[in-house]
């Protein structure tokens, strides 16, 4: 049984930072292509970041590029999201989520159909 842990989230003022973390258990994480969506109220989940199973490429939202960095430790079996420059406009709940299967195209990891692991989710609040 696969099990996806966040932690890290929390408030924090515009322009600052916050590190998220995903903790995962159950299966070899080596083999897992890793992403991270958010949800703000009233909105659809959105994609924000993944990053293949060695870590050698990363994708990111547009709108998160140049604050965001998305990194794997294997050893820890842990993903992160370095978040800084943070906006009110990121305020969401932020989910990380998991793709066991094989080789993955670049489009894919931006699907959230593309993964079939869900943690339970960790709040962002962004004040002005």
């Known amino acids: 049984q696969v099990q996806l842990v966040e932690s890290g989230g929390g408030l924090v003022q515009a322009g600052g930072s916050l590190r998220l973390s995903c903790a995962a258990s159950?299966?070899?994480?080596?083999?897992?292509?890793m992403g991270w969506f958010r949800q703000a109220p009233g909105k659809e989940r959105e994609f924000v970041a993944a990053?293949?199973?060695?870590?050698?490429?990363?994708y990111y939202v547009d709108s998160v590029k140049g604050r965001f960095t998305i990194s794997r430790d294997n050893a820890k079996n842990t993903v992160y999201l370095q978040m800084n420059n943070l906006k009110p406009e990121d305020t969401a709940v932020y989910y990380c989520?998991?793709?066991?299967?094989?080789?993955?195209?670049?489009?894919?990891?931006?699907?959230?159909?593309?993964?079939?692991?869900w943690g339970q989710g960790t709040q962002v609040t962004v004040s002005s």
């Open positions: 989520a998991a793709n066991f299967g094989g080789l993955l195209s670049a489009s894919s990891y931006y699907r959230r159909q593309s993964y079939n692991y």
């Open positions: 159950g299966r070899t994480f080596s083999n897992a292509h």
């Open positions: 990053i293949s199973r060695t870590g050698a490429s990363q």
